[in-house]
Structure formats: C-alpha cells, structure tokens
C-alpha cells in the first residue's frame, strides 16, 4: 500500500513540476548535459550517491543541490553534499530508516549517515502562498505546526511549506548555489543563470536583496565568505544594502553565530574574510570588544595581532593540519582581556586574582554575541593563562609546561604575538623553540642554565620563643620521667 502510495506521489509530483515553466514568466530552466558541465559521478561522494540511488529506487527525485555542486563545476574538492527531493523528510526516514534522523525546526531536514559522513536531505521548498499564518498537515494527516512565519521585520522563523523543484529554486540564496545535478541522467539544471555567473566570477542574490537580508541576515555573512572562498566580485545590488541592514545580525541567535563564525574563519581565506567583515560593518556583531578596539587608529597591534593569528591558521588550513576554535577566540579576544585585567590590576587585585577576572568578563560578553562551549571557553582560559607561565622555566618547570595539554597552542600563540609586534617576546619565544628540539637529558641542562633572577627567598625564622618554650617543657618532661625511675 505504502508502494503505491509512493508511485501516485511521485506521478503527481512530476505533473506538477511539468506544468510549472520554471522561472516566474514562463522561462524554462537550461538543462547543461553531462558532455558539457564536466561533473563526473567520480568525485562525487558514495555516501552521497547510495542517498541519490536509495530515494531513485523508492520512486522519488534527487538531485545533488548547492555548494557542492559549484565547488564541483569549480573543479574544488566539496566540503559536504547536500541532497534535495520531492519525498517529506519523515518519508525519507522511511527509506534509510535507522541511518536517518529529522532533526531542525525552522528547517526539518533528514541526516543520512554512513558511518562518519553524514548527507543532509532536504524537502523541496514551496513558495508558501497563503499558508503564512495556517497549521500545515503532512500526507500523514498530522499538523506538524505552522508551515511558514515570518516576524514583523520580515525575518523567517519556520519554512517547512513543501513545494516542487520549480518552487524549491527560488527560495536559494545565490545563484551559484542553486544548480541542481540530476543523478537520472547526470546534467544540470539552472533556473537562475547560476552557470553564467560562476563563469564570470560574480556573486547574486536571487530576488530582491533587501527582502532576502531581512528574511535570514545570515546571507550577509554568507556573501562574504562566499566572495573570499571563490575570489568572487559580489554583484553591486547584492552589495549594496549590506552595510546599511548589518544591525539586523543582532537578532541571529548566538549558537548560530558562532557556526557562522568557524564557517568564516576556518575557510583558508581568514584574513580575506576579516577585512570584507570590517569593510561591510558586519565584524562588530561577531567580536563587538575586538572591534572597539580596531577602531582605536593609535593602537596597531590588536590589529595584528587578529592578522597573524588569522595567518597562522590559513596556514595550518592549507597544509591540512587541525586547527582549534579556542585559538580563534583567544586570539581575537587578547586584547580586551589583556586591557581588563590591567584595569583590575589598577583597582588593587592582584595578578592571578585580575587575570581570571578579566577573563571571565570578557567570555560572558562574547557569549552575548556568539555562542562559546564550555569546553572552549576552558581552552582559552589555559592558553591565555600559559602567557604568563611560561617565562617561568627555570629547571623542572621547563617540562611540566611541556607536558601541559594546552602549551603547543599556547606556544604557537606566543609566536603569533612576537610577528603582531610584541618583539620583546622574541627571546623567549625562541628559548621555548630550541628547548622543543633537545632530547630529554639535554632539556634539563639547558633548562638549569636559565637565570632565576630576583633575590633569592629568605628563610622564614624560627620563633625564639617558641623554641624557649619547647625547651623548657622538654627538661621538665625528663625531671617527672627521672623522679619516677626514681
């Protein structure tokens, strides 16, 4: 029953998106065949293809969507895949059942997963019309809530209104993001010049940018990031209205910021990404301490100091080491808390006392902005507290810094502080450096080497009449003990 119910869907489904033309004004989409656009079924991921054949084989449509698909006709190796259909995701899990799990509110989406790799599946987006304010009920029968909100800003709360692939299109972000490969017969289907723009290395919104930025203020972000990773020039309506409309990101929750926020900075493209956020106006709702900071013009180094860390982990990106949220906050957070813990210092606390009071100021504000786990928060507690320690190697303390499992992030953080300018750190920097590459007998010769400096300790002294005392008590201890043997 199921079986058939699937097949009188999918007819359904292709009669519909047969009478639909394509784009608004009866364009139909350009179909670029496998001979022409170069996409072999080789570079794409088999996780992603058993997702593409498993809901071909169900009776439903598939299609590769996205940035895969660009990065693909780029000739890029893909970060991730992402999958369209006409099946609604509780279909979906019906046909991977246990590897599937819904998650999403705003977006139901299906995660597919193959071990390690997960495939997100996503329902083909309908335009909505006339449901804005309606309860949605699935072929199931059941309300799932309402399909479709927007606020009064015009900010998309839920969008969860199923539509066909000619709907679906239109409801993308940019143009190079919405090109679809049909796994039936491996072309291309464009409904928006996406393939001409990638040609031409330009970055669009679809439909109006003002009402786009209002729906998700995401996309601002997602315009820079995208133009940094591609090298691509965004297209000037796109542009325009970014600058003007960045307040609205102070309405994105802070979880989400903070995904955005590795998206932007862990793209290879860092440095690149900071100065088109600072340009567009859009950086101070990531890091508004930083930025109060960047915008002091007599003070260079925070500056730099962003730049090198940024340097230091487009570097690591590109050589395929990991690289750490804890170091990106800690660097773009240095300063502020470096300037906090000198105002404590300047109310009378002392140094310990003022670091993990700065520190503690200085995270809680940052969480307003972008949300920081715990565990990273942790992190960057330790490499900045390590700043402090380790210009205290001398003997055995050498190596238990070494066997810290924050000194080599707090290591390679001292180094990004020596190129931002800090050239009085060279020394140690370069002491820690030749201590790393001696063999542990060595280590500890050339840790004892270094001077202590400062006077040396006193020893406490004994209280006289402490000692006067104990004396006395111990002659009459003995005299009782004698009378006794006595």
């Known amino acids: 029953m199921q079986r058939i119910i699937r097949t009188l869907t999918s007819f359904f489904s292709n009669r519909v998106s047969s009478a639909h033309s394509g784009a608004p004004g009866g364009h139909p989409p350009k179909v670029i065949s496998r001979s022409t656009h170069g996409i072999s079924r080789k570079d794409i991921d088999k996780s992603a293809l058993d997702v593409l054949y498993g809901l071909k084989r169900a009776g439903y449509e598939a299609y590769l969507v996205?940035?895969?698909v660009r990065d693909l006709l780029l000739g890029l190796e893909p970060k991730d895949f992402d999958v369209v259909t006409n099946a609604e995701p509780e279909q979906v899990k019906e046909v991977f059942k246990r590897r599937c799990q819904l998650i999403g509110r705003r977006f139901r989406l299906a995660h597919v997963r193959f071990?390690?790799?997960?495939?997100?599946?996503?329902?083909?987006?309908?335009?909505g019309e006339g449901q804005d304010r309606k309860d949605f009920f699935g072929r199931n029968g059941k309300s799932s809530g309402r399909a479709r909100e927007v606020d009064d800003s015009g900010r998309?709360?839920?969008?969860?209104?199923?539509?066909?692939?000619?709907?679906?299109?239109?409801?993308?972000?940019?143009?190079?993001?919405?090109?679809?490969?049909?796994?039936?017969?491996f072309s291309v289907i464009d409904y928006v010049g996406g393939m001409k723009d990638i040609k031409a290395g330009n970055l669009r919104l679809i439909g109006d940018p003002v009402?786009?930025?209002?729906?998700?203020?995401?996309?601002?972000?997602?315009?820079?990031?995208?133009?940094?990773?591609?090298?691509?020039?965004?297209?000037?309506?796109t542009e325009k209205p970014i600058s003007e409309m960045a307040n609205l990101l102070g309405d994105v929750s802070n979880a989400r910021l903070f995904e955005e926020v590795l998206k932007l900075f862990h793209s290879g493209q860092g440095v690149e990404v900071f100065e088109k956020l600072r340009h567009f106006d859009l950086f101070k709702y990531l890091f508004p301490l930083t930025e109060q900071l960047l915008s002091q013009e007599s003070n260079h180094f925070p500056r730099m100091m962003v730049i090198e860390a940024l340097k230091s982990t487009d570097a690591r990106i590109r050589s395929g080491k990991s690289v750490n949220p804890s170091f990106l906050f800690s660097a773009m957070l240095w300063e502020p808390m470096m300037q906090r813990r000198q105002a404590h210092l300047d109310s009378g606390m002392v140094p310990q006392d003022a670091f993990y009071a700065a520190a503690n100021d200085?995270?809680?504000?940052?969480?307003?902005?972008?949300?920081?786990?715990?565990?990273?928060?942790?992190?960057?507690?330790?490499?900045?507290?390590?700043?402090?320690?380790?210009?205290?190697?001398?003997?055995?303390?050498?190596?238990?810094?070494?066997?810290?499992?924050?000194?080599?992030?707090?290591?390679?953080?001292?180094?990004?502080?020596?190129?931002?300018?800090?050239?009085?750190?060279?020394?140690?920097?370069?002491?820690?450096?030749?201590?790393?590459?001696?063999d542990p007998v060595a280590r500890v010769a050339f840790a004892n080497t270094v001077d202590k400096g400062g006077k040396k300790r006193r020893r406490r002294p004994r209280n006289r009449n402490y000692l006067r005392k104990r004396s006395q008590k111990n002659r009459s201890d003995s005299g009782d003990s004698q009378s006794e043997q006595a």
């Not at 071990?115 to 599946?121: L, N, W």
């Not at 709360?157 to 017969?185: C, H, M, P, Q, S």
């Not at 009402?211 to 309506?237: C, H, Q, S, W």
Request: net charge positive.
């Open 66 to 68: 996205g940035g895969c």
């Open 115 to 127: 071990g390690r790799t997960v495939i997100e599946v996503a329902t083909f987006r309908g335009n």
């Open 156 to 185: 998309l709360l839920r969008d969860n209104v199923y539509g066909t692939i000619d709907e679906d299109v239109w409801r993308r972000d940019f143009t190079v993001n919405a090109l679809y490969y049909n796994i039936k017969d």
């Open 211 to 237: 009402t786009r930025y209002r729906e998700d203020p995401v996309r601002m972000i997602r315009a820079v990031r995208f133009a940094a990773k591609l090298g691509f020039n965004i297209e000037k309506a």
């Open 362 to 438: 200085v995270i809680e504000q940052q969480i307003r902005a972008t949300a920081i786990p715990k565990r990273f928060t942790a992190q960057m507690r330790d490499i900045w507290n390590l700043q402090f320690r380790l210009h205290r190697r001398q003997g055995a303390r050498a190596q238990k810094l070494v066997e810290h499992p924050r000194f080599r992030a707090a290591y390679d953080f001292l180094g990004v502080r020596v190129a931002a300018g800090e050239s009085e750190l060279k020394a140690l920097f370069d002491w820690w450096t030749e201590y790393q590459e001696k």
